[in-house]
């Protein structure tokens, strides 16, 4: 079936750097996409989300891009801080969210001091 | 306004065993979703339930069941449990149908032995 999948297992970065964390996707159908972390011991929590009308969607510290040519998705994180330290998936829905997510598998990101 | 809450937060049971995992969404919310959490198939959608009626369920055994109450709580059950049930069971609630909005539990962790 179609499902979400990650270019990189394992980001390690120093603090203050910035961050990007990528994930394609397969299903030229998706038109909502979402980012979570997840710390250890806790569930995911949301972080930002874009729907397929758009290709850049910004929070705070955070930037989402959306490239529907190459099904490409990618989370940027600036001044990446220790806190940030966690693995972070990207999640996909199609008709218009009311289906379920399809979650990515995953990457670390690991924050050096 | 309290969180989800997912109780047990830790649970053993042995192969054939059958287990009932319990979600209390935030409150007002009335869509309950659930996850399943491996290392190696990553997060699965399970089920969805809105105003106490399955909305939307995903590719699992018959052996996976849920309800929800008319406070919108909600629970999950797994009969004659296999090894390969050991997981992180995350409950998601949102305010209605669909994966708008969803604030995720800490989830279950069940070890089968």
């Known amino acids: 079936g179609e499902s979400v999948g990650l270019h990189l297992p394992t980001l390690s970065v120093q603090e203050g750097d910035n961050s990007i964390i990528n994930c394609a996707y397969s299903n030229s159908a998706s038109d909502y996409f979402i980012w979570y972390k997840q710390e250890s011991g806790k569930g995911p929590q949301f972080i930002i989300d874009?729907?397929?009308?758009?290709d850049k969607r910004q929070g705070q510290r955070v930037t989402v891009l959306l490239n529907k040519t190459v099904k490409h998705l990618s989370l940027q994180i600036a001044a990446t801080q220790p806190g940030d330290s966690a693995v972070y998936f990207c999640?996909?829905?199609?008709?218009?969210?009311?289906?379920?997510?399809?979650f990515g598998s995953g990457t670390r990101l690991q924050v050096q001091p | 306004k309290a969180g989800v809450t997912q109780t047990p937060r830790y649970l053993i049971k042995t192969r054939g065993q059958q287990v009932t995992l319990s979600c209390s969404p935030i409150s007002g919310h009335r869509s309950v979703s659930w996850y399943q959490q491996t290392p190696g198939q990553g997060l699965q959608f399970l089920f969805e339930?809105?105003?106490?009626?399955?909305?939307n369920k995903g590719n699992f055994p018959g052996r996976f069941s849920g309800r929800q109450f008319s406070n919108s709580r909600s629970e999950m059950n797994v009969s004659t449990l296999e090894l390969g049930d050991s997981a992180l069971y995350l409950c998601?609630?949102?305010?209605?149908?669909?994966?708008?909005?969803?604030?995720f539990g800490p989830g279950t962790r069940l070890t089968v032995l």
């Open positions: 999640a996909e829905a199609s008709d218009t969210g009311r289906r379920a997510l399809t």
């Open positions: 874009i729907r397929s009308n758009m």
């Open positions: 998601a609630s949102s305010l209605g149908t669909g994966v708008f909005g969803q604030f």
């Open positions: 339930y809105f105003s106490e009626t399955q909305r």
